[in-house]
């Protein structure tokens, strides 16, 4: 079993920058793919990046290339998202997203198999 948690989120102006952290507990992250996703009011859940086991491959939803960044830091089981000049639209609930093992990362939700609890990123215009 693992356990994610996120933190980072918050409130921040338009333009502003934000660093989401997901913590997971076990000694098989590093085998994960991991990915972030994020949930507006009345919306689904939609993917926004992922990565890959070793951190060397990425993608990144069109509306977010070139604003946010994912990585990950396999010692300290932690991945991470930053995001830059940050918009209203970018408001909502961040997840994210683990395993099971795999050579590249998932971009459905559906092949994902541990979730955090969310972290609310708020953007004020």
């Known amino acids: 079993q693992v356990q994610l948690i996120e933190s980072g989120g918050g409130l921040v102006q338009a333009g502003g920058s934000l660093r989401l952290s997901c913590a997971a507990s076990?000694?098989?992250?590093?085998?994960?793919?991991m990915g972030w996703f994020r949930q507006a009011p009345g919306k689904e859940r939609d993917i926004v990046a992922a990565i890959n086991w070793s951190g060397g491959s990425t993608y990144y939803v069109d509306p977010v290339k070139g604003r946010f960044t994912i990585s990950r830091d396999n010692a300290k089981n932690t991945v991470y998202l930053q995001m830059n000049s940050l918009k209203p639209e970018d408001t909502a609930v961040y997840y994210c997203a683990a395993g099971p093992p795999a050579p590249n990362y998932f971009r459905d939700s559906n092949e994902y198999r541990y979730w955090g609890q969310g972290t609310q990123v708020t953007v004020s215009s």
């Open positions: 076990g000694r098989a992250f590093r085998q994960y793919p």
